[in-house]
């Protein structure tokens, strides 16, 4: 089984401060995601991965980053969180192959961040 | 934009009924179709995918496309107390990233 591993499961962090949400995949997948889920806004795309080092825009990449230095490993970082940054965050893997449109994610457990 | 759309309900069905689950989509380019279900507080957890035209089965669960009418849907059988959660379609959108619906949400009561 895909097993896909987001560091910290709820975390309360302060306007302005850098946060750094740590996630890690176990099936030798080449693609990775990070994803926010609001109520009523469902799952939006910050970032993703087809390769170590490699990085592609989602729809909403505005005050993330990410680093993928390792295949396994996909960090998000909020430079300086905010307010607006309180979420679920989900990260998420996949193969990528000949037939890679019908790979499926696999989402890890989810992160609760809270910026007060 | 890409869109992806959902009926966000709550679809309330009895117990042992038919679920039946509606998601449109724009791009006519789109390959792959997954169905996700989500429980409160939890995690997307993949149900089925489907790409060709027609049904797919799997035990309760049916996926049905017709890329024609850009739609696809989800038909649970004999509805469970336990089904009650959130449904995400995903199409697979620009590259390898998924674009999801809002999700709808089932209620099965007993």
């Known amino acids: 089984d895909v097993k896909v591993t987001q560091s910290s499961r709820y975390l309360v962090k302060r306007t302005g401060e850098k946060v750094f949400l740590e996630c890690v995949q176990d099936m030798d997948h080449e693609n990775m995601f990070w994803y926010r889920q609001d109520p009523g806004l469902g799952l939006r795309l910050i970032y993703f991965?087809?390769?170590?080092?490699?990085?592609e825009k989602g729809d909403i990449p505005e005050g993330y980053s990410v680093s993928r230095e390792k295949k396994e490993r996909f960090s998000l970082i909020l430079e300086s969180a905010s307010t607006n940054q309180t979420s679920m965050y989900l990260c998420?893997?996949?193969?990528?192959?000949?037939?890679?449109?019908?790979?499926?994610?696999?989402f890890g457990n989810g992160t609760r961040l809270t910026v007060t | 934009q890409k869109e992806v759309e959902q009926n966000s309900g709550p679809l309330s069905v009895p117990e042992g009924a038919i679920a039946s689950l509606n998601c449109t989509y724009s791009?006519?380019?789109?390959?792959?179709f997954f169905w996700y279900r989500q429980y409160s507080g939890k995690s997307p957890e993949l149900i089925m995918f489907?790409?060709?035209?027609g049904d797919k089965e799997d035990g309760r669960f049916t996926a049905q496309l017709n890329k024609a009418s850009q739609y696809v849907s989800l038909l649970i059988r004999d509805s469970q107390p336990s089904d009650s959660a959130t449904y995400l379609c995903?199409?697979?959108?620009?590259?390898?990233?998924?674009?999801f619906g809002k999700g709808t949400t089932l209620s099965v009561s007993s």
């Open positions: 998420a893997s996949s193969f990528s192959g000949a037939r890679s449109y019908n790979s499926p994610l696999h």
């Open positions: 489907i790409y060709s035209n």
């Open positions: 995903a199409v697979n959108g620009a590259g390898t990233a998924l674009i």
């Open positions: 791009d006519r380019g789109s390959q792959s």
């Open positions: 991965s087809y390769d170590v080092k490699m990085k």
